[in-house]
């Protein structure tokens, strides 16, 4: 039998979609877009705790941590491209979800109260620009439908890289 939230879960991530284009097209510039969609986020998924936006550095060999939204700041601001759930996103360009943090040596601990985590690669044409990271603090808190969801929020986030 499935579970009836993971049932509510597409037409939530459709609506969230026209949600996620409004907030970038009513945003006063691309900062700010980015900031309203990780806020929107947070607000409108109860299983993500923490949403942040990471960037690769301009020399490509970290990620920065851009616009975030959560109960706290993290230490991590800037991880190592390969380094972590996040690196490693970054490095091979595929998505991670991850439903055991503690079962993972890659790992980077945030939150005490982190069980499980989703990261999710930004390209610009081929090449990884970012990323989107989500933390939840349920065992197995996201699935293939947050997957889907996340990757088509990280094609409308593409544009909004900061240009340095």
């Known amino acids: 039998m499935s579970h009836p939230v993971a049932e509510e879960r597409p037409a939530a991530h459709g609506d969230a979609l026209n949600l996620v284009r409004a907030e970038i097209a009513e945003a006063a510039?691309?900062?700010?877009?980015?900031?309203?969609?990780?806020?929107?986020?947070?607000?409108?998924?109860?299983?993500?705790?923490?949403?942040?936006i990471y960037w690769v550095s301009s020399d490509g060999d970290d990620l920065v941590l851009g616009p975030w939204t959560g109960p706290?700041?993290?230490e991590h601001t800037r991880i190592p491209i390969g380094t972590g759930i996040c690196g490693a996103a970054?490095?091979?360009?595929?998505?991670?979800?991850?439903?055991d943090v503690d079962a993972d040596p890659r790992y980077l601990a945030c939150f005490?109260?982190?069980?499980?985590?989703?990261v999710v690669p930004i390209f610009e044409a081929s090449e990884v620009i970012g990323e989107?990271?989500?933390?939840?603090?349920?065992?197995?808190?996201?699935?293939?439908?947050?997957?889907?969801?996340l990757e088509e929020v990280t094609a409308l986030l593409a544009p909004l890289r900061p240009r340095t």
């Open 132 to 149: 989107i990271d989500i933390d939840g603090s349920d065992l197995d808190a996201f699935d293939a439908t947050d997957a889907r969801f």
């Open 29 to 52: 510039g691309p900062e700010a877009a980015a900031q309203r969609v990780v806020e929107l986020l947070h607000d409108r998924f109860p299983h993500y705790d923490w949403v942040g």
């Open 90 to 99: 970054a490095a091979s360009g595929q998505t991670e979800i991850v439903p």
């Open 72 to 74: 706290e700041a993290t």
């Open 112 to 118: 005490a109260s982190t069980k499980s985590e989703i």
